[in-house]
């Protein structure tokens, strides 16, 4: 049957396997030569059988491959006898896999079957070729492992030529081999074999292979039919490829922007009972911050629904969001007017309890959030629950809440903006930054409040020391010298102008550049758009809308 060394034992084993059979099989009187033959070969079948399947389960594989090699040659009369040859075939096939050999079984099994000759020429002749389901399975098997589509795909031709029956072993190897190359795949045979598995089987798309077919048909359009065939049991087993295969799916889901897909699935893979923990969280935390990272305002509405959508899944399931998450989210939900008042603010908070904790840092992202949002009410509502529940608010998000006061511009405002900052200053536990002592100074400036204009920058020069970065400041410089105007105190309003004639020449006279590139006019309506060059928390301020 095929070329090979010849195996003594293997031949001696059919020899001693042919006497038993003859001698266990009834006689029959008066029978032919040819009529013997037949009941001898009919005979054959079962113990050729059960031997091969004795060896297998003694991994006695020599055994095996040596019978497929010396069989024709001890039982010539049985050589044309499709069953003997499917057996020993199938068996010959799983010895090879298991040696991982899996080129020998393609080219042994299939290919060397498929070319007959006649006249002089070849042809295939399908009625003569040799196939089972258990061997197309191992064929396919084969084909998966060394990424053989075309061969797998010709199978699946003789299959269908000769009505081999498909099980879901055979169709799961050759979805797999399609699937190996994600690039060229033939994307409508891989859903008509998905469709025949639902509805010719009546049974699932292999879950291990799920999530890879969606995700193709959702980088060729085709999603729609693909979700005619996606079911996912709760009890359906998850290792750690087909886990991490979902998490590939989803994100290329959420990129392609079908969310409707995405949500159904994500839903269910987080009721699997199967899936780990692990996962759970990860595609909780990955899609929840992938939705927010959409920013078009057209889509604030539809992004809040997502989020909270998915926020409700990971509150039932006890999942805490990281904290790259919270700013995006409550700005989202500040735009989409899900979040209108303070209650509203605090209720969600309280909603969501094991998703978002309210502690110092989720009420700075929500400050800032709410700064970034201009929304006055909310801001005051935030500072006024940290205060009363005893919250630390860090100081980059003071810094953008001094700010946002200052620019409003309202006496109220600035009276807000001037008491936080006594307050830090009087705190020697928190120094003050550069950016802050100037929206101090320009503030109390503006409310006439000269001492304590002065004494933010005499504070803030004694820390500053040798760095004398206020030099490189002039408004901070030219509010200092009317602070000190204004209360008389001469010796140092002198100093402040030689100070900045020696910097800057004579600024009083005449428009120029400040240090912080913004147009000064010599009045007391510095723009303070440039605050925040040098926050604690640069992160904060490279966040754009």
């Not at 025949?196 to 089987?201: M, N």
Request: some cysteine; glycine content about 4%; overall charge negative.
């Amino acid at each position: 049957m095929f070329a090979s060394n010849f195996s003594s034992s293997a031949k001696q084993s059919l020899i001693n396997l042919g006497k038993k059979v003859e001698s266990s099989s009834a006689k029959v009187d008066g029978e032919s030569d040819y009529q013997k033959a037949k009941r001898l070969q009919k005979a054959m079948t079962g113990p050729l059988d059960k031997f091969l399947y004795h060896c297998r389960q003694r991994k006695d594989y020599k055994q095996i491959e040596g019978i497929a090699y010396v069989w024709d040659d001890v039982f010539p009369q049985f050589a044309s006898n499709m069953k003997h040859r499917t057996i020993i075939c199938e068996n010959y096939a799983f010895v090879l896999n298991y040696q991982q050999r899996f080129g020998d079984v393609i080219d042994n099994l299939f290919k060397k079957q498929l070319s007959v000759r006649t006249n002089g020429g070849e042809s295939v002749n399908y009625k003569a070729l040799m196939m089972s389901s258990q061997l197309a399975e191992s064929i396919l098997l084969a084909c998966g492992h060394l990424k053989d589509t075309e061969s797998a795909v010709r199978l699946l031709e003789i299959m269908r030529l000769k009505n081999v029956r498909i099980t879901k072993v055979a169709y799961f190897h050759l979805l797999n081999t399609l699937l190996k190359d994600e690039e060229n795949v033939n994307l409508g045979l891989v859903l008509q074999l998905c469709e025949e598995v639902v509805h010719d089987l009546n049974d699932t798309v292999p879950m291990s292979l799920l999530p890879t077919v969606i995700k193709v048909a959702a980088e060729h359009d085709e999603l729609d039919r693909a979700m005619n065939v996606y079911n996912h049991p709760i009890d359906a087993p998850m290792d750690s490829f087909t886990e991490f295969r979902f998490e590939i799916c989803l994100q290329c889901l959420c990129n392609h922007g079908y969310i409707s897909a995405m949500m159904e699935i994500y839903n269910n893979v987080m009721k699997s009972s199967t899936a780990t923990r692990g996962l759970k969280e990860r595609l909780s935390k990955c899609l929840l911050l992938k939705c927010l990272k959409d920013r078009k305002t057209e889509h604030h509405e539809a992004v809040a629904e997502v989020a909270l959508d998915i926020l409700e899944i990971m509150e039932e399931h006890q999942i805490e969001t990281n904290h790259h998450t919270v700013y995006p989210l409550i700005r989202t939900l500040l735009l989409g007017k899900y979040i209108t008042t303070g209650d509203d603010l605090i209720a969600f908070f309280s909603k969501y309890s094991h998703v978002i904790e309210l502690n110092s840092f989720s009420i700075c992202e929500a400050v800032i959030a709410c700064v970034f949002c201009k929304d006055v009410q909310l801001v005051d509502k935030l500072f006024v629950h940290a205060l009363d529940n005893n919250i630390p608010i860090k100081y980059a998000a003071l810094e953008k809440v001094v700010s946002f006061y200052y620019k409003l511009g309202m006496l109220g405002d600035l009276e807000k903006v001037a008491d936080i900052i006594r307050a830090l200053r009087l705190n020697k536990h928190i120094p003050l930054g550069i950016a802050v002592t100037e929206i101090g100074m320009a503030s109390n400036i503006r409310l006439g409040r000269y001492e304590e204009v002065i004494h933010l920058f005499e504070d803030f020069s004694a820390m500053d020391g040798e760095r004398k970065r206020i030099l490189k400041r002039r408004i901070m410089l030219k509010s200092a010298l009317k602070a000190y105007a204004a209360l008389n105190r001469l010796d140092e309003s002198n100093a402040i102008k030689v100070l900045l004639g020696n910097s800057y020449g004579n600024v009083l006279k005449r428009t120029s550049e400040s240090a912080d590139g913004v147009e000064d006019n010599g009045d007391d309506d510095e723009d303070f758009s440039d605050f925040f060059t040098e926050s604690i928390d640069k992160k904060i301020d490279d966040r754009n809308p």
